[in-house]
């Protein structure tokens, strides 16, 4: 653990009799940060906050707190607190008194005016003024996170672990409440630790995210990191999605390797600077939108068959065939790009280019990760 880690894990494993949830994983986070868990069901990232917080006692390894190590402590009584994704709030409670229950209980015992003075705030910063005499079931569900929210973090926690806090809450109200997460956080200045299966939520919030695989940490990096230089086809098709085809090296040009994919074609790419054995068989991964309409011939184009036209508004989103891959291809166009209607007709021809900048190169052992 670095000095600067206010959550640190060392070696920390869950199994739950003969399976593992949680691989030995090592995990450090700064003091401040916005840190999201993201990946698909099953994948660990819930177990892993649950051993954070405490509601879970680790098979094996160290967590460590501000410094101090709380492997074996209970919830309460370490410096965390949760907003859970069903918001756990009392029905028969005020707002208010939803708000200030953590301050009133025993062990945490903060006199009453201290206690009405910091769920005024809580409720003045999650935006709730006006609404502190109603009870949850007045509420509307944008209005019941916001209570969520304020009683995580009227205790004032170090941490405050976020359980998908956001997916109750429909797409619109989910696009809102992450603006005010962002605003919280920063207001706050204490440290977010979210699980998300929405990479599109993870993304736009965290500062740096942990993609998880089968119990495994696959890869940590700030969204831009993952996005541009995903470490394997897992992490490049998860965050953004990608195109991963098998394809094998016939040669190269300078910074420029050539791979041989489905029935001949050629496609190019500059992120292969060591790969240079021909007849060496990788992964390609293009996403979608890095492709572009081309005219027939280019250097670095693949000629495909449109097999499904999908309308996005101002985009169109291709389903494609190409020669000698079973697996469809997908494109991602601007709506401009392809002219006359009759060229989105699922059996039409379309000529696709992919700058080889564009173009990432896996090792093909890397599938598994
Ligand atoms: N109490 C338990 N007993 C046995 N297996 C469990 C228990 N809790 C979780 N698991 C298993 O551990 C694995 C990881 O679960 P976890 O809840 O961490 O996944 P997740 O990535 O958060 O998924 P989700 O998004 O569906 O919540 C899953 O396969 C799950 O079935």
């Known amino acids: ?46 177990t892993t906050l649950r051993l954070i917080g405490g509601f879970e006692q680790a098979s094996a390894g160290r967590i460590s707190i501000s410094g101090q190590d709380v492997t074996e402590r209970a919830p309460y009584h370490r410096p965390v607190n949760t907003v859970f994704q069903d ?40 935006g709730l003024e006006g609404m502190a005499h109603r009870r949850p079931g007045e509420l509307s569900g944008g209005q019941r996170q916001r209570v969520a929210m304020a009683r995580a973090i009227v205790r004032r926690p170090r941490v405050l672990l976020l359980d998908e806090p956001l997916s109750a809450l429909d797409v619109k109200l989910r696009e809102g409440m992450q603006v005010e997460l962002k605003r919280l956080h920063r207001e706050l200045g204490i440290t977010f630790l979210m ?15 942990v993609v998880m695989n089968q119990g495994r940490i696959s890869q940590i990096g700030s969204p831009i990191e993952l996005y541009d230089n995903p470490a394997n086809p897992y992490v490049a098709d998860f965050i953004g999605g990608a195109n991963l085809v098998p394809a094998e090296l016939i040669g190269r040009d300078g910074d420029t390797a050539a791979f041989r994919i489905g029935n001949g074609m050629v496609v190019r790419s500059r992120r292969a600077t060591a790969m240079r054995e021909p007849g060496r068989r990788i992964t390609l991964g293009i996403r979608p939108e890095r492709f572009v309409a081309a005219t027939s011939g280019a250097t670095n184009s693949l000629e495909c068959v ?6 996005h508004g101002d985009r169109l989103r291709l389903e494609l065939g190409l020669d000698g891959i079973t697996m469809p291809l997908f494109a991602e166009l601007p709506r401009t790009a392809v002219s006359s209607p009759s060229g989105v007709e699922p059996g039409s021809h379309i000529t696709l280019l992919v700058d080889p900048d564009d173009v990432m190169v896996f090792n093909a052992k890397e599938d598994q990760e």
């Open 195 to 209: 699980v998300t299966h929405d990479q599109t939520e993870a993304l736009a919030l965290s500062d740096r995210i």
């Open 1 to 46: 653990m670095t000095s600067k880690s206010i959550v640190a894990l060392e070696g920390v494993a869950k199994t739950y009799g003969a399976f593992t949830a949680l691989h030995p994983t090592d995990l450090a986070i700064a003091e401040g940060e916005f840190v999201t868990l993201l990946g698909p069901s099953g994948c660990g990232k819930t």
């Open 306 to 311: 449109i097999r499904e036209s999908l309308f």
């Open 87 to 126: 918001y756990a709030l009392f029905p028969n409670m005020s707002v208010s008194d939803n708000i200030g229950y953590g301050l009133s209980v025993k062990s945490n015992n903060v006199p009453k005016a201290e206690r009405a003075k910091r769920v005024g705030e809580a409720v003045t910063l999650v």
